[in-house]
């Protein structure tokens, strides 16, 4: 679906986006005074700690607020827990204490431990598992119980580094509004958005951080079109 111009719907949106919101310097990572978003700035993750946390981050966002995964992960933090051997040495219960916050935390707590035990027996370290081309990293990912397409995507893209596009619940509702599909198949979702993009790792980090601002601030479940900025281009706002 191209327009006058040649774009594609899809690029159209980023590039609407982007100059509504601005860069978003995903994923957010700790520096002294607190997790920081990094704009325009993507050497991130730059130690195996980071790297750890951006993964364990991706865990603990599930089915959950980043805010509340955000409370388990500083609490990680605070007991020295951004650590894949500390994770495996922590008894589970306490573990679960310690991610309450993050709601599901009898799962998360054993997610955290098969990620880590994973990286462990396989690779030693996260640099090592990321060493692998991205349809391994991929697939080795999926074999782990609990991670499935967004969370081994995010890891992929954001610790990993490596342009894979990230599909979520704010992508799905926006393209079935916008008009460009209706079924919520992620792999098919995914290909759309890498067809049309740029195969680029800085790309991609910001269209999907960018999708889910869009998401959190106006295409909600009852959506705030009035201020939205890609209300001229919106299938569901001139039917509405
Ligand atoms: S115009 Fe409304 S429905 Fe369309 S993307 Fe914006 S918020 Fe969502």
Known sequence: MQDSSGRGKITEIYEKLLAFFGPQGWWPVYSDNGPRYHPGDF??????IQRIEIAFGAILTQQSSWKNAEKALFNLMEHGLLDLEGILETEE???RNII?????FRQKAERLKLFSGFVLDRH???EDLFSSDTKELRRELLSVKGIGNETADSIILYAAKKPKFVVDAYTFRLIERMGIAEERDYDSVQRLFEEEMPKNLEIYSEYHALLVELGKNHCRKKP????????QI????KKA
């Open 234 to 237: 919106c299938l569901y706002n």
């Open 224 to 231: 705030n079109c009035t201020d939205c900025p890609l209300k």
């Open 93 to 95: 219960e306490i573990l």
């Open 100 to 104: 309450r916050s993050s709601g599901y």
């Open 43 to 48: 050497s991130y993750p730059k130690t195996d």
């Open 124 to 126: 030693g370290d996260m």
